[in-house]
């Protein structure tokens, strides 16, 4: 007799050969779907080189962590290469409204925006919850 001892061996139906198990099949797939959902494509609209891309995800990251005056620094250098850097002024305003609690200072920002983006509608709401903020005194 030919017994195999210890250990469990399952007993399946299906093809054996690598990757052409239908289990395996659907994981792959799900997986495809999963990385393309993770990593959405979208339009660089501002046409900001990979530096500012990186710059904005840095400064962004560093606000989820609290590290306030570190995004701004890195905000406010990239303005400095470009003034009419839209993301990075729109961000700046975020940042001294939300986490600053500087009013005065993101509203300044967002007119910055709305001059070079009249149609900024991002910019344009912000800026008027921000001014209510003021009114409050």
Known sequence: MNQK????EPYTMAPSGPRSNI????????????DNMASP???????????Q???LEEAENKMESMEINEAEEILLSMISTDSNCIPALNVLGHLNGRHLSDFETAVEYYDKVLILEPENAWARDERRRYRRYLDYD
């Open 53 to 55: 891309i990186s710059q």
């Open 41 to 51: 494509t979208w339009k660089n609209t501002y046409s900001l080189s990979p530096e």
């Open 23 to 34: 289990v395996f099949q659907k994981i792959e797939s799900d997986r495809t779907i999963v």
């Open 5 to 8: 001892k210890g250990g469990y």
